[in-house]
């Protein structure tokens, strides 16, 4: 089978000489400069009239990828693939936000774990096609420190 395959990947490019009364309003210009040049690609140099857009070369990371089929032209085979992790897909959701600070505290039962837990702390759901959604499960005091700390931002 013939794939295509499109790699999103992270980049860096470098805008040089910027004048600006804010690092805001440096990176609103450098952007403006940088879709107002067709920037270079990768087998040719940077050109000579570029005002300051400079190529620097792919971050270590590939975020995504979409793949396609060949025969398949209305793309019904495509699929999207997601590399990142779910610590980074968190991260990205909880930029900016204060930590949560702890309001009411769960004592642990007497058997020191809690219901869905194995003695040693491990989860106690295996293998199945509904474990990530069981796992992803938001409880209901976290959800109320959320909406009570977060609410308002």
């Not at 190529?55 to 025969?71: R, T, Y």
């Not at 219901?115 to 990530?132: E, M, V």
Request: aromatic residues 6%; hydrophobic residues 35%.
């Amino acid at each position: 089978m013939m794939y295509d395959v499109h790699l999103y990947v992270t980049c860096m490019v470098k805008v040089t000489d910027v004048e600006a009364e804010s690092q805001e309003q440096a990176i609103e210009k450098a952007e403006e400069l940088m879709w107002a040049e067709r920037l270079p690609q990768m087998d040719e140099p940077p050109h000579e009239d570029f005002t300051g857009v400079k190529w620097v070369g792919f971050a270590d990371e590939i975020p995504s990828a979409l793949v396609d089929e060949h025969g398949d032209e209305e793309h019904e085979r495509s699929r999207h693939h997601d590399f990142r992790t779910p610590s980074s897909i968190e991260r990205e959701l909880l930029e900016g936000l204060p930590l949560l600070k702890a309001t009411r505290r769960l004592q642990k039962p007497a058997c020191g774990h809690w219901d869905n837990q194995t003695p040693s702390g491990q989860n106690k759901l295996g293998p199945s096609s509904g474990r990530a959604l069981a796992r992803a499960k938001t409880y209901p005091g976290i959800a109320r420190a959320m909406v009570s700390q977060w609410g308002d931002l």
